[in-house]
């Protein structure tokens, strides 16, 4: 069963950055849009960033103008960097991807990586 691979969250200071990545652990087709969720504690998951396979982006009020969402379609791997990280910023970092297949379609999920900004 192919899933998605975080790497890149830990512990920093406000107004800090951190880039976040996800790759799936197997092969997969047909990736279509992939975009970055968070879970803070008590809260709800909530969309961060999405980018489509053409390259547009959409995000989530409260990070414009600081986060960037990218991705390597080569690769089929996203990006996140987060610039000017706030305490409110702290929470499970998901990456979803969408993929298509013979008319079926596919949602995928990675375990989460933790982001901690300290005051």
């Known amino acids: 069963q192919v899933q998605l691979v975080e790497s890149g969250g830990g512990l920093v200071q406000a107004g800090g950055s951190l880039r976040l990545s996800c790759a799936p652990s197997?092969?997969?087709?047909?990736?279509?849009?992939m975009a970055w969720y968070r879970q803070a504690p008590g809260k709800q998951r909530e969309s961060v960033a999405t980018?489509?396979?053409?390259?547009?982006?959409n995000y989530e009020d409260s990070v414009k103008g600081r986060f960037t969402i990218s991705r390597d379609n080569a690769k089929n791997t996203v990006y996140l960097q987060m610039n000017s990280l706030k305490p409110e910023d702290t929470a499970v970092y998901y990456c979803?991807?969408?993929?298509?297949?013979?008319?079926?379609?596919?949602?995928?999920w990675g375990q989460g990586t933790q982001v901690t900004v300290s005051s």
């Open positions: 979803e991807a969408t993929a298509q297949a013979v008319g079926v379609l596919y949602d995928y």
């Open positions: 197997g092969r997969i087709l047909r990736i279509n849009s």
């Open positions: 980018i489509t396979s053409g390259g547009s982006t």
